[in-house]
C-alpha cells in the first residue's frame, strides 16, 4: 500500500553531546568561564531584590560569592537565594526556553548556557547543590554524563537536607589537566582576582561581596578628575544620559590624570606601558563587558576623532547600559563581547565619541604646556564616576528630539592666546642618541627627550647671537 503525501520520514535535528562538553566551551576563556559563574551568584541575589534594587544605595549588602581554587579542585559558594522549584529544569537546560523568565530585572543572563559552559570548560565530574525556601537538592555531573559520546541526557538530581541559609554550591572535585595547571598557577589566580574587582566593581560598590581563595576582592572603579562647581573653568568630565527602546544609556568621558609631557610620549613610544585606565570601558547591567577600548569600537580614529595616541593617555571614561529587559543589552553569549552593530549601541557610541572628540581637542590645545594645564587639575578632585558624577542628570541641557536624553559638555579651559608651542619629534638609531649624550652631558645614558631639548636650546642660543 503506498504512503499518503502526507506521510513522511525524520531524521534527528538536535544537538549532540560533543557540542556542548567540547567545542561550544572553546568560545570562552577560563577566567570568563568563572566570571559566568559569579555573575549566575548576582542574579540569584537579583531575583531576591526584586522590587529594592533601586530604592536603596547598597542593595546587594550582605549577598556574596565564595570561590576555592587549587591545582585540585574548584568550588563556589552564594547566599542568593538557591534555585526555586519550579526553575529547576529550566536552570540545567542546555540554553533558555523561557525568555521572559527575568523580565523587569537588570540581570545579563539571557542564554541559559553560562553555568553549564563553565563545568564543562573546567572539570571532569561536579556537583550542584541548591538550598532555596521550597527545598533543597543536589545534581551531579559525573564522568559518564560527560562524554562526548554518550548521548544520554538526563542528569541525576536527588533530595538534600535543607540548611538556614539559603544559596548554591557547585563543587568540582576533579579537574581537567588543562584547568589543573592553570588553577595551581599564582599568577592566574592574581589575573582572576584583578578580573573579578574590574568586573564586579560597581556591584560591590553596591554591597556585593566576592572572596577568592579566603581573600576578599576590592572593588576597581574609575575616577575622574571633576571641578566642584559646573560653572566655573575647570576639569570637569563630558557627561550625558538617555532612554532608548527601554535602555537607560550613561556616557561619561573625562581624564583619570593629568596631561601627558612631551618625553612621557616618547617614553610610551619606545617600550610596552604596564596596564593602564586610559581608553572607554563599557558596562551592561553593571558588569564589565568591553575594558579600555583604544580602538574603533567605541569612536577612536572615526570621523573627527582622532586614532588613540600616547599623549591622550589621561582620556578614559564609559558607556553604561541599564535595563530591566536583559535582551536588549548589546552583549554576545559570552557576555564579554559587544554587538556593535545594534542600534541602541550606535546611538550611545556617538556620543561617547562627542566626549572624545572634547577632551583630545583639550589635549591638542594645551600640547607643549602641559605644566600650565596642571594648575587647572589641581583646582579640581578626583571622584568615582560611576556614584559621584551626574553632571548630565543636574545641570544637563536637553537634546533636540530626544525629551529623554540630556548633555553636559565639559566646557574645558582654553590657554590663552600666545606665542604657540610646536611638538618637535624625530627617532635616530641608539647608539647615536648615545654618542651625542656623551658629547653633551659626559656621559652616555641621558634620555633622548633630554638629549633632544639640549641640542635644540644649545642651536637657538647661537641662532640668536
Not at 43 to 49: E, P
Not at 55 to 77: C, H, M, V
Not at 423 to 442: C, N, P, Q, Y
Amino acid at each position: 500500500m503506498a504512503k499518503k503525501e502526507s506521510e513522511h520520514e525524520t531524521i534527528w535535528g538536535g544537538p549532540t553531546k560533543r557540542f556542548f562538553v567540547s567545542m561550544l566551551t572553546r568560545d570562552i576563556g577560563l577566567s570568563d568561564a568563572i566570571l559566568d559563574l559569579i555573575d549566575n551568584c548576582v542574579d540569584g541575589a537579583t531575583r531576591q531584590l526584586k522590587g529594592r534594587l533601586r530604592s536603596e544605595e547598597r542593595p546587594y549588602d550582605g549577598y556574596e560569592a565564595r570561590l576555592t581554587l587549587s591545582a585540585k579542585s574548584f568550588d563556589i559558594t552564594d547566599n542568593c537565594g538557591g534555585i526555586p522549584r519550579e526553575a529547576i529544569a529550566d536552570a540545567f537546560l542546555l540554553g533558555r526556553p523561557k525568555v521572559e523568565k527575568d523580565k523587569d530585572l537588570p540581570t545579563i543572563g539571557m542564554y541559559g548556557i553560562g553555568m553549564k559552559r563553565a563545568i564543562f570548560k573546567i572539570g571532569q565530574e561536579a556537583i550542584v547543590e541548591s538550598y532555596a525556601s521550597d527545598g533543597a537538592f543536589s545534581v551531579e555531573y559525573d564522568r559518564a554524563w560527560l562524554e562526548p559520546e554518550n548521548q544520554e541526557w538526563d542528569l541525576s538530581i536527588a533530595p538534600l537536607k535543607n540548611k538556614k541559609e539559603k544559596g548554591v554550591t557547585i563543587c568540582v572535585p576533579t579537574l581537567k589537566k588543562e584547568i589543573s595547571r592553570q588553577f595551581g598557577n599564582a599568577a592566574f589566580q592574581n589575573e582572576l582576582r584583578n578580573k573579578v574587582s574590574e568586573h564586579f566593581g560597581y556591584l560591590m560598590q553596591k554591597g556585593f561581596s566576592i572572596w577568592v581563595n579566603g581573600e576578599k576582592v576590592r572593588p576597581k572603579t574609575l575616577q575622574l578628575y571633576t571641578s566642584d562647581s559646573p560653572k566655573d573653568k575647570g576639569i570637569r568630565p563630558y557627561d550625558f544620559e538617555a532612554t532608548n527602546n527601554g535602555v537607560h544609556i550613561r556616557v561619561t568621558v573625562g581624564f583619570y590624570r593629568t596631561l601627558v609631557r612631551m618625553e612621557e610620549v616618547d617614553e610610551a613610544a619606545e617600550r610596552t606601558q604596564e596596564k593602564e585606565q586610559a581608553g572607554i570601558s563599557v558596562i551592561c547591567n553593571e558588569r564589565l563587558v568591553l575594558e579600555n577600548d583604544k580602538s574603533l569600537i567605541t569612536g577612536w580614529g572615526d570621523g573627527s576623532v582622532p586614532k588613540y595616541h600616547p599623549q591622550f593617555r589621561g582620556i578614559a571614561g564609559f558607556i553604561i547600559f541599564s535595563t530591566d529587559e536583559p535582551e536588549k543589552l548589546p552583549i554576545s553569549t559570552t557576555k564579554r563581547d559587544l554587538d556593535v552593530g545594534a542600534d541602541v549601541y550606535l546611538f550611545a557610541r556617538k556620543y561617547c565619541m562627542e566626549g572624545l572628540r572634547e577632551c583630545t581637542d583639550f589635549t591638542n590645545k594645551w600640547k607643549g604646556m602641559e605644566d600650565e594645564a596642571t594648575q587647572h587639575f589641581d583646582l579640581a578632585t578626583k571622584r568615582d564616576a560611576r556614584t559621584e558624577v551626574n553632571f548630565a542628570a543636574k545641570h544637563g541641557v536637553p537634546i533636540r528630539g530626544n525629551e529623554k536624553a540630556k548633555k553636559f559638555s565639559a566646557k574645558l579651559p582654553v590657554p590663552e592666546q600666545r606665542n604657540p608651542m610646536r611638538r618637535i619629534s624625530f627617532t635616530r638609531k641608539e647608539d647615536a642618541v648615545r654618542s651625542v649624550s656623551e658629547h653633551l652631558f659626559g656621559e652616555s645614558g641621558q634620555k633622548p627627550s633630554v638629549v633632544g631639548q639640549e641640542c635644540f636650546d644649545r642651536a637657538l642660543k647661537a641662532s640668536r647671537k
